[in-house]
């Protein structure tokens, strides 16, 4: 299962998402332009060996300054593009809203306090292993596990490949990531030797949950919420999914459409997909400047077909989201 997107949009730009999809491309490419020994090397040196750290003709060859780096520095390497544009690509989807909830500053310790309990699971359980441990996935994994319990009902729209075709499916998130959590379970208790430490994915996820419930007993810092202020998102999302259900005994369908205040008072341009039964139909819709709250919008000819040849008539209305 592959996510395309979440149907909740971040109140912020996720400022911190992106860097750290920006740190890890920038670490990557620096990885693809080593040579095979030298990223062999590299990859030992700023890895997670559990030997390093237990087996004294190991340690002896690495000072204390990289013992320490290395239990940070291994979740911005990858063994290979797949590896490295999966962890991104998941990142991306699941990053910007717990760092819209979390703050910006609250969620780099999240997001690398998740990465340290990843890797202290695969150590405990690996713990004179001498393959290096590299990638984002379980600093990942506690994101995930935090969107889990914030967002259990937001659905993912995911791409399921059936033989060669294509299936677009939205999938409730706790369903989602409660399948990707038990295959990663299970998968380590299997003791797979596919190479992917699937411990340190289990620890990952569960540590964001328990991180995430215990948030709220942390104060708040100003310098966050003046980081907030800045980067609240102007505009809503182009393309937004509607909910339309039917007006009464009529054809016509009804549903609301978002927009920022500053997107009131100058207009916009948005994409909505509406579903009805079978078909989920893809329109372009015009905002006009200057709408209020709870201003209707009339798509001709949108709604429920009928018996005869007309159909009925789709009514979005409007909801400002104001900047925070």
């Known amino acids: 299962m592959i996510p395309i997107r979440d149907t909740i949009q971040s109140r912020t730009v996720p400022v911190v998402t992106y860097t750290l999809i920006g740190l890890n491309t920038l670490v990557f490419l620096v990885q693809m332009g080593l040579a095979p020994d030298a990223a062999g090397l590299f990859t030992y040196q700023y890895g997670l060996v559990p030997a390093k750290y237990t087996v004294p003709e190991v340690s002896a060859w690495f000072p204390l300054s990289n013992l320490v780096f290395s239990t940070g520095s291994y979740m911005f390497l990858h063994g290979g593009f797949w590896h490295f544009i999966g962890n991104m690509w998941f990142?991306?989807?699941?990053?910007?809203?717990?760092?819209?909830?979390?703050?910006?500053?609250?969620?780099?310790?999240?997001?690398?306090?998740?990465?340290?309990?990843?890797?202290?699971?695969?150590?405990?359980?690996?713990?004179?292993?001498?393959?290096?441990?590299?990638?984002?996935?379980?600093?990942?994994?506690?994101?995930?596990?935090?969107?889990?319990?914030?967002?259990?009902?937001?659905?993912?729209?995911?791409?399921?490949?059936?033989?060669?075709?294509?299936?677009?499916?939205?999938?409730?998130?706790?369903?989602?990531?409660?399948?990707?959590?038990?295959?990663?379970?299970?998968?380590?208790?299997?003791?797979?030797?596919?190479?992917?430490?699937?411990?340190?994915?289990v620890g990952g996820f569960v540590a964001g949950m328990v991180m995430v419930k215990l948030s709220p007993r942390l104060p708040a810092s100003g310098a966050g919420i003046r980081l907030k202020k800045m980067t609240a998102r102007k505009r809503t999302p182009k393309l937004q999914v509607i909910q339309a259900r039917p007006v009464g005994h009529t054809p016509d369908l009804m549903g609301h459409i978002e927009i920022s205040s500053l997107e009131a008072l100058t207009g916009s341009r948005k994409i909505v997909n509406i579903p009805w039964g079978f078909y989920k139909r893809l329109y372009r819709v015009k905002v006009p400047s200057g709408v209020k709250q709870g201003t209707r919008l009339r798509l001709a000819g949108m709604g429920r077909g009928t018996s005869g040849k007309d159909r009925g008539d789709m009514y979005l209305s409007v909801v400002i989201k104001n900047a925070i």
């Not at 713990?127 to 441990?133: L, Q, Y």
Request: glycine residues 10%.
């Open 91 to 201: 990142l991306y989807i699941f990053g910007d809203n717990v760092e819209d909830h979390l703050g910006s500053l609250r969620f780099v310790g999240f997001y690398l306090l998740s990465g340290l309990a990843s890797a202290l699971l695969h150590f405990m359980i690996n713990p004179v292993s001498t393959i290096p441990t590299i990638g984002a996935s379980g600093a990942i994994a506690g994101v995930m596990g935090a969107y889990f319990i914030l967002f259990p009902r937001s659905k993912i729209l995911t791409l399921i490949p059936i033989i060669f075709i294509p299936w677009f499916v939205e999938i409730p998130a706790f369903l989602f990531l409660g399948f990707w959590f038990m295959m990663q379970f299970f998968n380590a208790a299997g003791n797979g030797s596919s190479g992917i430490a699937w411990w340190a994915h």
